[in-house]
């Protein structure tokens, strides 16, 4: 074979090799489109049927495994918590000694006001009772150690 009529011969088989994909292509469509309506159709089914058996497994799983679950878990966190600290004791008697003692200071300052001593009740009860000195010529006045007002004398 010549090289001319090799690839004369090579471009025909290419072009027969064509024709031939092309009718097989245009077969196949019809055929790839039934098929993807059947694979939907498909899925559809498998879905609805699916369905009620995911929801079933769910309930089981509900009310057998997930109480179990979460005891492991309160368990598990009441493990994880840590212990109480003692709370201090002494804070509550500190401020129950320092209440006690405000208390008895107040009684203390009640008590002494209510019951005072006898010199000194008698001292502010003649602070209350003195009478004012009577003025003299000269403008001052004389008092006696008694807290009485006198009149002054006259020197003339």
Known sequence: MSRKRSRKH???TLASGAQAARRMAAQARPLARSTGTT???SVRTTRAWAAPQ???AGQVLQDSVAPRISALLSAAARRLEPAR????LWRKLAGASALAAAAGAAAAVVRGRSRQDPETAAAEADMHDVTPPAPTRDGQA?????????QPTRTS
């Open 85 to 88: 600290q003692p709370r201090r």
């Open 10 to 12: 090579e471009e025909s």
């Open 54 to 56: 995911v929801e079933r």
């Open 142 to 150: 004389r008092t006696s150690t008694d807290g009485e007002a006198k």
């Open 39 to 41: 694979a939907a159709r």
